[in-house]
């Protein structure tokens, strides 16, 4: 099984960024376009001048003119670094300006395709069959004046399509150019301007790493015992299809409460060995309840234990079990649950333990019990156990950054329910709303003030169909955004 790892979350986000180190890629300040070059699907239809810059400089700006009539289903121009190819692998944003200028809502939906090209053979050309193409996309909103942009590199993701490429990821050393694509450009003929591309250490800090205790991804549940109070009978684990119907990836808690006696569970190890989770922030789960009225009240006792003598089992006398309870509220699809590490207290009621505190760097197993099941037989599907971690100081955003620190949708995949989970640094207006992938607006899902910290938005879900849908989180500083996916 997968278990162990260090991860981070990846997201899409528009924001506003201050200065720092940084790598310009172009900047347009010298009034020269002859390195600029357009293409469409019929070589007519988009040209290319100077505008003036964000910062009102005149012609310090690209200007872009697309007639989609005439463009030929496709259209676009090529940035090419000036310095035969550009190394940017130590930066982690690229940044532009965007202005729509006199795009019209006959127009949208328009996103615009920002490609990277590189050139590893240093032959000053980009060849499709064997240098890579990584792409991100961003929607055009209807507006006046200038909006920054930030893609995390991160979320540049390889561009098969057009492509194959050579498959081996993006040598961000040798950057040669940007290629920004406009795709089934509609409606009347239209400008849009775009100013200082720039790569830079500044934009959104990257999501807290998570520790992976177990994933279910193999499908093997061999080394998760379930237990009664009569044995292990009326209990049984199972591999299940996992949020995104994968086979497998999942397990399955079966239970017939006339069977199991007054309680009854199932542990998960983090084997080999002891997982270190020092500084989780909180436990995170997946799970689904195919549950009846009567089975409830149902609760859930999450109880972490550990092992600090390091010999591979938990010993009850001597070591500690921590313990923090889940209420299942009725049946439902996958739900996402985060319980914060400050609930879980030293559960002395079974065990005595040394009572010297949880030894977050030992974590054994976490064992999943249900006291008193009843009712008719029910299933417990779950998947993902996680724990996030705090992050480093030097992730904290700075006080003229968009008070936005992170944005995420739960479940993703989502099926039946989602929400929005928001980190905000300092206290703000905030807008949420929803559109899909080609940028036209689906719903307005909050506006109002919100205070500093975490706060949760649900989603209209029953409303969607399956798709991509970007979550857009507007403060006065910026725009952050999150990408999920709805599934039936």
Request: hydrophobic share 40%; aromatic share 8%; net charge negative.
């Amino acid at each position: 099984m997968c278990r162990c790892l260090l991860v981070t979350a990846l997201t899409l986000s528009l924001a506003s960024v201050s200065a720092s180190a940084q790598v310009p890629f172009e900047t347009f300040d010298d009034g020269d376009l002859s390195g600029v070059s357009v293409f469409s699907g019929s070589a007519n239809g988009i040209s290319v001048g100077l505008t003036d810059g964000e910062d009102g400089t005149a012609n310090a700006g690209l200007s872009v003119d697309l007639t989609p009539g005439d463009a030929g289903g496709f259209a676009g121009f090529v940035l090419p670094s000036g310095d035969g190819v550009t190394d940017v692998s130590s930066e982690r944003s690229l940044t532009f300006f965007l202005r729509s200028t006199t795009v019209q809502a006959a127009n949208l939906p328009l996103t615009l395709e920002i490609n990277l090209h590189e050139d590893v053979d240093g032959n000053g050309t980009y060849e499709g069959d064997t240098e890579d193409e990584f792409q991100a996309t961003v929607p055009v909103e209807l507006g006046s004046g200038y909006q920054r942009v930030v893609i995390p590199l991160d979320d540049f993701t390889d561009d098969n399509s057009t492509f194959p490429g050579a498959g081996d990821g993006f040598d961000y050393s040798r950057l040669l150019e940007i290629v920004v694509a406009i795709g089934g450009p509609t409606g009347p003929a239209f400008t849009f301007a775009v100013d200082d591309f720039v790569f830079t250490m500044d934009g959104p800090p990257p999501p807290p790493p998570v520790v992976i205790f177990e994933s279910f991804d193999d499908g093997n549940v061999g080394d998760i015992p379930a237990f009664s109070e009569n044995g292990a009978a009326g209990i049984a684990v199972s591999p299940v299809d996992d949020p995104i119907g994968t086979p497998g990836a999942a397990i399955n808690v079966g239970v017939d409460a006339s069977a199991t006696g007054s309680f009854a569970g199932f542990a998960v190890t983090a084997g080999p060995g002891v997982t270190d989770i020092s500084g989780a922030t909180a436990f995170e789960f997946q799970i689904r309840p195919i549950v009846a009225a009567s089975n409830l009240p149902l609760t859930l006792e999450i109880n972490l234990r550990e092992d600090v003598n390091g010999n591979g089992t938990y010993d009850g006398a001597t070591e500690d079990e921590f313990r923090a309870q889940y209420e299942v509220i009725g049946p439902s699809g996958y739900i996402d649950v985060s319980i914060p590490i400050s609930e879980f207290v030293d559960a002395n009621t079974s065990f005595p333990g040394s009572d010297d505190g949880f030894d977050f760097a030992s974590l054994l197993e976490i064992a999943v019990i249900i006291n008193e099941p009843t009712g008719p037989g029910y299933a417990l599907s779950f998947d993902s156990f996680t724990f996030p971690l705090a992050p480093s100081m030097a992730t904290e955003p700075s006080a003229a950054s968009s008070p936005v620190v992170n944005v995420r949708v739960a479940p993703n995949p989502a099926t039946e329910a989602a929400s929005v989970m928001l980190d905000l640094g300092f206290a703000s207006p905030v807008t949420i709303d929803l559109v899909d992938v080609l940028g036209r607006h689906v719903a307005r899902v909050a506006e109002g003030y919100r205070s500093a910290g975490r706060s949760r938005v649900d989603l209209p879900l029953a409303s969607l169909s399956p798709g991509v849908y970007i979550v857009r989180v507007r403060t006065p500083e910026g725009v952050t955004t999150a990408r999920f996916s709805t599934v039936r």
